[in-house]
């Protein structure tokens, strides 16, 4: 079964910096597109970025453009999200996500998600 | 930035009941269109993709039609587990957007 672990989430100060991680495993990481999505608290998701098998191309909705970077070692099995410049509205539980093999864009797994808490 | 509406925002039904969740679109999304299921404290569970395709070991109660701007997810009779939010999303277009979400209610 296709799992994803995400950590690196907790509590930070506005303007600070967390790196996010994922671990994949029970599936070939390195032939999947690759995505983090976000769900403030109560409230809807919201998809933050994603990045292809071989890491030649990353797409990022705007509000998070030029803050945060996506990325992956597909030696490690890994997907990461460095976050910079927070900002109290980045509070959230951030997703990793698998990009089915239909297309990218289409999440077919999920991990449990890790609380990221932006606060003063 | 294509913005997915979905009404109601929340569906009251008993067990056995058939629900019918929509979805529209700002804009044309051809028939890029999926639908996830949450339930609380559980990530999203893929349902639907491309409008109308189940996704792997999704009951056959679970279907979805509509293509361009209007997409509706029915569920034909609803089963104790399916109580949940479901949220519909486009991949047509960057950025990928999800509609607000339907909260589907017992009654």
């Known amino acids: 079964e296709v799992q994803l672990v995400e950590s690196g989430g907790g509590l930070v100060q506005p303007g600070g910096s967390l790196r996010l991680s994922c671990a994949a495993s029970?599936?070939?990481?390195?032939?999947?597109?690759m995505s983090w999505v976000r769900q403030a608290p109560g409230k809807g998701l919201e998809w933050v970025a994603n990045?292809?098998?071989?890491?030649?191309?990353?797409y990022y909705v705007d509000s998070v453009k030029g803050r945060f970077t996506i990325s992956r070692d597909n030696a490690e099995n890994s997907l990461y999200l460095q976050m910079n410049s927070l900002r109290v509205e980045d509070t959230a539980v951030y997703y990793c996500?698998?990009?089915?093999?239909?297309?990218?864009?289409?999440?077919?797994?999920w991990g449990q998600g890790t609380l990221v808490t932006v606060s003063s | 930035e294509i913005v997915l509406t979905q009404s109601p925002a929340t569906l009251s039904l008993s067990p056995g009941e058939r629900a019918t969740l929509s979805c529209r679109a700002s804009?044309?999304?051809?028939?890029?269109l999926a639908w996830y299921q949450q339930k609380p404290g559980q990530a999203p569970r893929l349902l639907i993709y491309?409008?109308?395709s189940r996704a792997t070991g999704i009951p056959a109660r679970f279907s979805g039609s509509g293509s361009g701007t209007d997409f509706t997810l029915t569920i034909s009779s609803l089963e104790p587990e399916d109580f949940a939010v479901f949220y519909c999303?486009?991949?047509?277009?960057?950025?990928?957007?999800f509609g607000g979400g339907t909260k589907v209610e017992i009654k």
């Open positions: 029970e599936f070939t990481f390195s032939s999947y597109w």
């Open positions: 990045i292809k098998q071989d890491g030649s191309a990353k």
């Open positions: 491309d409008a109308s």
């Open positions: 996500a698998r990009g089915s093999a239909v297309a990218g864009t289409i999440f077919d797994f």
């Open positions: 804009q044309s999304v051809s028939n890029y």
């Open positions: 999303q486009q991949r047509y277009n960057w950025p990928l957007t």
